[in-house]
């Protein structure tokens, strides 16, 4: 019985955070928005960053981690194994600093 309300708690938990990582990807709470990530990564263990957020909002991980602003933790991500997609990687390209972090990890080509 303990075990199932740990459980059903753990599930709760990563879908407030979830929930707060989109939050606060919208409203650019960059700051805010680094501590749950870095939360939900310290606290889901072996969790599966390529997959959507919600089940209602397409997000990804890395792709809040461009709204927010957050080329430190896009970083991470990417060194995490998680593979950018085409939208990712056209959203990514319009900040130079994340534009950077993809080509020094082979995602996108040399600029000429």
């Keep these: 019985m303990l075990m199932a309300w740990f459980s059903g708690r753990k599930r709760l938990a990563e ?43 397409l997000r990804t991980a890395l792709h809040c981690t461009i709204m927010a602003d957050s080329d430190t933790l896009f970083k991470r991500l990417l060194d995490l194994g998680v593979i950018p997609t085409e939208k990712e990687k056209a959203n990514a390209k319009l900040k130079p600093r994340f534009r950077k972090i993809l080509i020094d990890k082979g995602f996108l080509p040399e600029e000429a």
């Design 15 to 57: 879908r407030d955070l979830k929930h707060n990582m989109l939050t606060y990807s919208s409203t650019g709470e960059r700051e805010a928005f680094e501590r749950t990530l870095q939360e939900y990564l310290s606290s889901c263990g072996n969790v599966d960053l390529n997959r959507p957020l919600s089940d209602t909002d």
